[in-house]
Protein backbone atom coordinates (compact mmCIF):
# COMPACT_ATOMS: atom_id res chain seq x y z
CA UNK A 1 0.00 0.00 0.00
CA UNK A 2 2.60 2.39 0.77
CA UNK A 3 4.26 2.13 -2.90
CA UNK A 4 1.30 3.60 -4.19
CA UNK A 5 2.12 6.66 -2.19
CA UNK A 6 5.45 6.78 -4.27
CA UNK A 7 3.74 5.45 -7.81
CA UNK A 8 0.54 7.97 -8.00
CA UNK A 9 3.31 10.69 -8.43
CA UNK A 10 5.33 9.32 -10.33
CA UNK A 11 3.20 8.52 -12.98
CA UNK A 12 1.09 11.73 -12.93
CA UNK A 13 4.34 13.06 -13.59
CA UNK A 14 5.25 10.99 -16.36
CA UNK A 15 1.45 11.93 -17.92
CA UNK A 16 2.31 15.16 -17.70
CA UNK A 17 5.73 15.14 -19.33
CA UNK A 18 3.92 12.77 -22.20
CA UNK A 19 1.08 15.36 -22.61
CA UNK A 20 3.73 18.05 -22.70
CA UNK A 21 5.32 16.13 -25.39
CA UNK A 22 2.13 15.63 -27.43
CA UNK A 23 1.33 19.66 -27.14
CA UNK A 24 5.18 20.39 -28.42
CA UNK A 25 4.90 17.74 -31.25
CA UNK A 26 1.59 19.60 -32.40
CA UNK A 27 2.75 22.78 -32.33
CA UNK A 28 5.59 21.95 -34.48
CA UNK A 29 3.61 20.84 -37.16
CA UNK A 30 4.07 16.93 -36.46
CA UNK A 31 0.92 15.87 -37.39
CA UNK A 32 0.28 18.40 -40.43
CA UNK A 33 0.70 15.82 -43.19
CA UNK A 34 -0.65 12.39 -42.32
CA UNK A 35 -1.80 11.05 -45.61
CA UNK A 36 1.79 12.73 -47.82
CA UNK A 37 4.20 10.01 -47.04
CA UNK A 38 1.92 7.38 -47.32
CA UNK A 39 0.87 7.77 -50.81
CA UNK A 40 4.49 9.47 -51.53
CA UNK A 41 5.55 5.89 -51.25
CA UNK A 42 3.39 4.54 -54.29
CA UNK A 43 4.80 7.44 -56.16
CA UNK A 44 7.69 6.37 -59.21
CA UNK A 45 10.37 8.71 -58.43
CA UNK A 46 12.22 7.28 -61.76
CA UNK A 47 9.82 8.24 -63.95
CA UNK A 48 10.24 12.30 -62.86
CA UNK A 49 13.83 11.74 -62.89
CA UNK A 50 13.93 10.93 -66.60
CA UNK A 51 12.06 13.85 -67.36
CA UNK A 52 14.09 16.14 -65.27
CA UNK A 53 17.51 14.69 -66.71
CA UNK A 54 16.01 15.29 -70.20
CA UNK A 55 14.80 18.93 -69.96
CA UNK A 56 18.36 19.64 -68.82
CA UNK A 57 19.67 17.83 -71.63
CA UNK A 58 17.34 19.74 -73.80
CA UNK A 59 17.84 23.24 -72.38
CA UNK A 60 20.08 26.18 -73.91
CA UNK A 61 23.89 26.35 -72.73
Known amino acids: MEVIYSLIPGMTFFGLVFVGIL ?9 E ?3 GNASRILLDDDEDALL ?4 KE ?3 K
Do not use: C, F, N
Open 58 to 60: KAP
Open 52 to 55: HSQS
Open 33 to 35: DME
Open 23 to 31: IWAVKRGQY
